[in-house]
């Protein structure tokens, strides 16, 4: 049985994260564990996890920031870009179709977004409607595994086009007129 978590499906899987903490992701747990631990999330359910069957070789596999009753809500800096959103908003309607399949209900969704600025979080809550598109995320995980377990890639264009790394990225092509790029796997040079 393959895991495949629902971060994955949202990145390039050959992308490497800093070892380090830095402000971006300090401010990301700080805010985290503000709203988390908030009297009005107290009765609630932190970081729930998800697992669901997409076949008898794939499980998909998620964490909800906060779950009240059927109602999700994920914490996110507040999207500078338009892409930002559009891949805020995928991961939370991933989460809110794994969670119809196990328990039969379709959730209330809400982004908690956060600013800093000088040091004091301001938070905004925006409501999602929700979309089923499970028949979208079992063909994304299966071709995801396929993918990846030949060697190959699957990255969506939206990421890459605003990735900061794609000017030195060696996996990295502009195709405005394909919503996926399939490429192949380099090799690393040693």
Known sequence: MVE???????????????DF???YRIRGQITHAILQTSKEFENCEKEKELRVDIDKDITLVGH???????I????????STD?????????IQIYANMYNKIYGKIPKMFFIFYKWNLGITKYVKQEVFYEDIW???TKWAKDYVRLTSSGRLYIKTYLCNT??????CYLYTF?????????????IQS
């Not at 909800?64 to 059927?70: H, P, Q, R, V, Y």
């Not at 195709?175 to 090799?187: G, T």
């Open 21 to 23: 903490m830095d402000e």
């Open 135 to 137: 028949e979208w995320i």
């Open 83 to 91: 892409e930002q959103r559009k891949l805020f908003t995928r991961q």
């Open 175 to 187: 195709m405005p007129e394909e919503k996926i790029l399939y490429l192949s796997k380099p090799k």
């Open 64 to 70: 909800i920031d906060i779950l009240c009753d059927d």
């Open 72 to 79: 999700i809500f994920e914490i996110k800096p507040y999207p």
């Open 163 to 168: 990735c900061w790394h794609k000017n030195e």
């Open 4 to 18: 495949v978590r629902v971060s994955e499906l949202l990145k390039c899987p050959y992308y490497k994260a800093h």
